[in-house]
């Protein structure tokens, strides 16, 4: 592992910047009227072949024989054509790169999709017999064909456009990375898919695999030594991301193919590592058997090597001539191998000083980041690329936060300065340290302090030893190396002092703040207790800042001393007093009223001066109040001792207690289906400092607030949870759906949930798509958004507007259109329309009707008996057993699906219509 991955992180983080910026730019760039364009047929192509290999109603062992029998021939003749229009390429403008960029890509997500129907079906490609001999008498050949015809595509590819057309470099470095991930994810495939020694080719089969590897071996590595003397001959600033980028990886599948195809090594097992000692001892005693002089690869290699050599020297900024000046005058020396093996084992130590180098430049990123789009990073070399394949990092899940933050072992006075970050398909286990790159929240309490790091490995959290820290205007980053890794977060540790407390009087003086001083007492105590007292200091400078990010935020506060907060676990007397000394600069106001802020426990209280003791000795403050508190002296605006609730949230933001955050709701416009009534909506408590920029690129993602949406600023405590309830007119497209979601508010971290939900059309809801958001153990809910269907199912993303409304009259509607509804059912089955409707029903409409509303033959046989066979009076009986003595508007309904089940949907028609107009049935709407 290099010393320091920070110039490569550097620009990574560039990278993503300029991605998610030109975003926007891009989309559409691939639309046009060119139907005919070779390139956007071979895109087409491309597309339509990862479809087949795609398709979610296969199964894994379907999707895995659909990339055996099309995936790989057919991603082979599309690297034969793109190499046969790479020699027909004599220019190339934006347009054109931006055709082949799109190639790259749909080739590059192609690859991937194998790569992943490879991990799927794995385990089963080794177990069954007639499965393995196909795999390593043709999938194999075809993998190792496929490595080589890509890396000499994309390679044919790159050297002109960095020789002849990279002086608009703005246009073409985009499509240099397209090709190199192309690249890369070739390799990445084919170090997954082929190695012998994790899998031995079973006996009777796979008798050409190794002829094949030396075959594309030798080509990838005529391949490579092309790349690298355009790489020297060049010399460009910009490109050597990218070129090196493919380099490297090149560099790796060789050395891969060569160590565990050509001369793979035998698995190690428990045996074989218990009786190693002895066998090495036996060894000793024989005469070594003599190497075969096979010379199949030595001539490509040696050709490689060299380059190789040529290559380091131009990254430490020497000059191939420097190694020439080193031979006497005797003569050149001749350093070339003899044989294979010579060449192999030359290659493996070059191999590793190479990648040491292009590391230690940070001129590529070797890098596994958060598919959902955390900052967490994975930095590796490619050595371990097969260990860290499968994982990759994460916040972890919200509905799994509550339980890990119980989970990890902080006291009182540590406080996370980040997310929770998860290892996915871990735990992380690697030969060689790999680094872990994440962000972090640089609060006002952290300064000067030290941020620690704690992970979970094995089963175990313990603190990391070395951490490597670095920020600057826009983000703070730490840093680790490890071997082996489950989860992890950041912490920084702000230690209270700790004071005796006896049943005498006693007197405490801060060593952090020597103007501090607490008096206990005799009696506060009945024992001998320890008491935590924290010194929090006020930032001015912070202040000022937030004033300036979020202007309301403080406006009844204008100056506050240091906050005190003591702590003590067992009992007390409260009925004892405790004094507080505090300092604080201070300039009497008319118009100004000194406060003392008391607070424990979430609890805050603001007293003026006639409900508490308060002696000022000018800059000295003496505050005497029972009971155990943590105390502050404040001076507000006189106009705010009416409004103190906004005056203890100022003191909560200004010391950090809580954050000033809005809940901001927002659609995905990528994932959004009108037809189907699909959509997921992402709902987000999010910093208000924050807010602008975080909508922005939220927007350039596809992800659109939804208009009037946004809640009135809230403040949030760490680790504060909120219940989420979602009602009206949809429903969850969720397996196993859960009653409300909850989001743990973490500061400065991912504070979201996305749900998946489709329109769902329920007379008996609330006719919205309303999301209600309720503090814990609370009946009210303190924000809600209530977005209509119609906009839902109908208008663009960017157009819809949630319903703005005060609740107690959206209630009182509510109520009133129920109340509507319940008079009109009276109506409909009152005598005379329940007789009107009786009018026309025939003798089997009615005994059918009435089984289907739940009245018996036999009751109804009966009622037939007592009116003598008339029907018109039997059937007005069966409908007025079903009603009762209350006619409701759920029977209305009821009636009017039994209607339609018994074949009657032209009476059924005519009730549903009649029942809207708020009336009940008369002969004429039957005429």
């Known amino acids: 592992m290099a010393a320091s991955f920070y110039s490569t992180r550097k620009k990574e983080r560039e990278r993503k910047a300029r991605k998610q910026e030109g975003n926007m730019t891009k989309r559409g760039q691939r639309q046009t009227d060119e139907k005919d364009d070779p390139l956007i047929i071979l895109r087409e192509d491309i597309e339509r072949i990862r479809a087949s290999i795609s398709d979610s109603s296969l199964t894994h062992r379907q999707r895995w024989r659909q990339t055996e029998d099309v995936g790989l021939p057919s991603c082979l003749r599309v690297c034969t054509k793109l190499k046969g229009k790479i020699s027909h390429l004599s220019s190339l403008d934006a347009a054109e790169a931006d055709k082949l960029s799109a190639v790259s890509d749909e080739l590059c997500t192609t690859i991937n999709v194998m790569a992943q129907d490879h991990k799927e079906y794995i385990s089963n490609i080794y177990d069954e017999e007639e499965v393995v001999k196909k795999y390593y008498n043709k999938t194999v050949l075809d993998i190792l064909e496929l490595w080589s015809s890509c890396a000499s595509a ?9 020789e002849q057309y990279w002086e608009n470099q703005s246009e073409f470095e985009q499509l240099a990375k397209k090709i190199s991930n192309t690249c ?41 030594s092309r790349l690298i003397q355009a790489v020297i001959k060049t010399s460009l600033k910009v490109s050597e991301d990218s070129l090196l980028d493919m380099a490297m990886w090149l560099l790796f599948s060789i050395h891969h193919v060569a160590q565990n195809v050509l001369q793979p090594k035998d698995k190690p097992t428990t045996e074989s590592k218990e009786e190693e000692g002895t066998k090495e001892t036996e060894k000793e005693k024989k005469d070594p058997e003599p190497v075969k002089e096979s010379t199949d690869v030595t001539a490509s290699l040696n050709n490689l090597l060299t380059q190789l050599d040529a290559l380091q020297m131009e990254l430490s900024n020497q000059y191939v001539i420097e190694k020439n000046e080193q031979n006497t005058e005797g003569g050149e020396t001749d350093d070339s191998c003899k044989n294979d093996q010579q060449a192999i084992n030359k290659l493996a130590n070059v191999y590793t000083g190479v990648v040491d180098k292009i590391c230690e430049n940070g001129k590529v990123t070797v890098c596994i980041d958060d598919p959902n789009g955390s900052d967490a990073t994975i930095y590796y070399k490619p050595d371990v690329y097969i260990e860290v394949a499968n994982c990759s990092l994460g916040s972890c899940p919200m509905r799994d936060r509550d339980t890990w933050l119980d989970e990890i072992p902080l006291t009182s006075d540590q406080v996370l300065v980040s997310d929770v970050y998860v290892v996915r398909n871990g735990p992380l286990r690697t030969s060689a340290e790999v680094e872990i790159d994440f962000t972090y929240v640089p609060l006002s309490s952290t300064k000067n302090k030290t941020i620690k790091v704690i992970a979970k490995q094995d089963g175990e959290w313990k603190e990391v030893e070395t951490v490597n820290e670095e920020s600057d205007e826009s983000s703070a980053h730490l840093s680790f190396k490890t071997k082996c890794l489950e989860a992890f977060t950041a912490y920084v540790e702000i230690l209270s002092e700790t004071c005796e407390v006896t049943p005498e009087e006693t007197t405490f ?84 009223q000194l406060v003392v802020i008391r607070f424990k426990e979430g609890k805050v209280q603001v007293l003026d001066k006639s409900q508490c003791r308060l002696k000022k000795d000018r800059n000295l403050f003496l505050v005497e109040t029972k009971g155990v508190w943590g105390i502050a002296v404040a001076r507000i605006r006189k106009i705010f001792l009416n409004m103190r609730d906004t005056v203890k ?114 007379q008996e809801k609330i006719p919205y798509a309303a999301f209600a958001f309720y503090e814990e153990d609370c009946a009210h809910p303190f924000h809600s958004v209530n977005i209509p269907v119609r906009d839902l199912s109908e208008l663009p993303t960017d157009e819809i507007t949630a319903k703005t409304f005060n609740k107690n009259n959206e209630s009182n509607n509510l109520r009133e259109q129920m109340k509507q509804k319940e008079e009109a059912a009276r109506k409909m089955l009152s005598h005379d329309s329940i007789m009107n409707l009786s009018r026309v029903l025939s003798e089997r409409d009615g005994r059918m009707l009435g089984v289907q509303l739940g009245v018996s033959e036999s009751w109804t046989a009966n009622a037939k008996d007592e009116c003598d066979g ?23 309904d009821f009636l009017i699906s039994s209607l339609k089940t018994v074949g009657r949907i032209d009476l059924a028609n005519v009730v549903s219509e009649v029942y809207k107009n708020g009336r009940g049935l008369s002969k004429l709407d039957f005429d």
Not at 673 to 680: I, L, M, P, Y
């Open 870 to 892: 008339d029907i018109l009076r039997t059937n007005f009986r069966v409908l007025c057993e079903w009603r009762g003595k209350a006619a409701r508007a759920a029977m209305v």
């Open 154 to 162: 994309t390679v044919d590819l790159m050297i002109p456009l960095v």
């Open 649 to 762: 949230k100022e003191f909560q933001l200004i010391f950090g207690l809580v954050q000033l955050c809005n809940i901001c709701t927002f659609i995905d416009d990528s994932q959004r289906n009108k037809e189907e009534g699909s959509f997921f909506v992402w709902i987000e408590c999010i910093d208000k400092n924050m807010i602008r920029d975080d909508v922005e690129n939220k927007e350039k993602a596809g992800l659109i607030e939804v208009k009037q949406s946004r809640s009135k600023d809230i403040t949030l405590r760490q680790k504060q949870t909120l219940i989420l309830k979602v009602d009206g007119q949809v429903k969850l497209r969720l397996a196993d759906p859960p009653d409300a979601f909850k989001i743990t508010y973490l500061i400065g971290a991912d504070n979201h949930v996305n749900i998946p939900m489709e329109v769902h059309r329920d």
């Open 509 to 592: 003086t801060s060593e952090v703040n020597p103007d501090v001083k607490v008096i206990f007492s005799p009696g506060l105590v009945a024992e001998t207790k320890q008491i935590k007292i924290k010194v929090i200091p006020y930032d001015a400078r912070e202040v000022a800042n937030l004033k300036e990010q979020c202007p309301d935020s403080v406006r009844g506060i204008m100056a506050v001393s240091d906050a005190v907060e003591i702590r003590m676990d067992g009992e007390c007397d409260d009925t004892k007093n405790i004094s507080v000394q505090v300092s604080m600069d201070d300039e009497e106001d008319q118009d100004s």
């Open 184 to 224: 890369s994810a070739c390799v990445k495939f084919t170090a997954m898919t082929v190695n012998l020694t994790e899998h031995p080719i079973p006996e009777n089969c796979g008798s050409d695999v190794k002829e094949k590897a030396t075959q594309e071996m030798n080509n990838t590595a005529d391949t490579l």
